[in-house]
């Protein structure tokens, strides 16, 4: 069933007055913010995605993210450009439990899928989904892990509401799993002073972009991101990425958990862990065991994970968590 929202959004797509539409940012480092994309630059964007996928004229296309955020909008953009037929459930932790046919193509959230596969059948109707994209946030060791013995195809996109979602995949089922991420054709990449990923792609972007994401290139033009600038701490003249630190804690935390930073007198910064269980002596066991000396939290905060509209943790939320702790003292390590 076509719902209320997308026949709205379909409507705004066919006026011939204007030639942008209204989407906002994720706001995974602070508020969502608008951006006018436009809808020449959507529908390459989409062409991109079909062609990478080998969709085709009737496929059926699965919509289960909000239309207020350029992931939901891309879906119904696709089944328009690609003549997908659309299938609409509403935006949940959930989408597959309702679904009874048989799907093409699905773009999923981390955490939908991360749901998803807590219910057997629910996974079982995953594992059917000829092709499936999962963006909007990092794709966790055990998900990886459990998503490579799947039979379809499974990838994690790359990209951001300023490319009109993803400009890159990466495939994460079957014996092509990798980190290392396929750009699109018409997508030039390199890297800036700062190591940081520079994106050249005019069919969807007027701009060269230099993104916030430290990255490495391989010589066939391949890519695999390491951090964010922004998730760099800086502790005692070391620099730490919060994205390793977390990659490397993944497989052996048993609690939800994110690394972030606080200021302190001595180092200028240190690295707190935040974690909503009050399991210390463990946490710190684990985390000595695993990471780098100077990679080892010399503090733990003790609350729920903030997450963004997208669910991806909100970094800036965590820091204010961090500096605004009095409870915890700094743990010598």
């Known amino acids: ?51 990478f996928l080998n ?63 807590q219910v057997p059948a629910e996974a079982h109707k995953l594992s059917e989904i000829d092709n499936v994209i999962i963006g909007g946030g990092a794709i966790d060791h055990n998900m990886s892990q459990t998503l490579r013995s799947f039979p379809n195809r499974i990838y994690s996109t790359y990209g951001m509401t300023e490319t009109l979602s993803h400009i890159a995949m990466r ?16 997508v030039k990449l390199s890297l800036s002073a700062r190591n940081t990923l520079v994106i050249d792609a005019p069919l969807v972007a007027n701009n060269i972009l230099e993104t916030n ?47 972030t930073s606080a200021p302190d007198e001595k180092f200028g910064e240190i690295i707190v862990i935040v974690t909503p269980h009050q399991m210390d002596a463990e946490t710190m066991k684990i985390c000595q065991s695993v990471l780098p000396h100077i990679w080892v939290p010399k503090r733990i905060c003790h609350s729920n994970i903030p997450l963004t509209g997208t669910n991806k943790p909100d970094r800036a939320a965590l820091k204010r968590i961090a500096s605004e702790d009095n409870t915890s003292k700094n743990i010598e390590t």
Not at 8 to 29: A, C, K, M, P, Y
């Open 55 to 117: 969709l085709r004229p009737s496929d059926t296309a699965l919509l289960c993210m909000p239309l207020k955020y350029i992931a939901g909008k891309m879906v119904v953009v696709r089944s328009i450009v690609g003549q997908l037929q659309l299938v609409c459930v509403e935006p949940c932790g959930h989408p597959l439990s309702t679904i009874d046919e048989h799907i093409n193509f699905a773009a999923l959230t981390p955490m939908q899928v991360y749901n998803t596969l």
């Open 213 to 259: 994401d430290i990255a490495q290139i391989d010589n066939s033009g391949k890519f695999r991101i390491i951090g964010r600038t922004d998730n760099t701490i800086n502790t005692g003249g070391i620099k730490v990425q919060i994205e390793e630190v977390e990659r490397l804690l993944q497989p052996h935390m048993k609690a939800s958990f994110a690394i």
């Open 171 to 186: 495939r994460i089922s079957g014996p092509e799993a990798s980190e290392w991420y396929t750009p699109f054709e018409h």
């Open 1 to 51: 069933m076509i719902t209320d929202d997308v026949e709205q959004f379909r409507l705004e797509w066919n006026d011939s007055t204007t030639n942008t539409i209204l989407v906002h940012t994720s706001g995974s480092t602070g508020t969502p913010k608008p951006f006018w994309a436009e809808k020449e630059k959507m529908a390459n964007s989409a062409r991109l995605t079909c062609n």
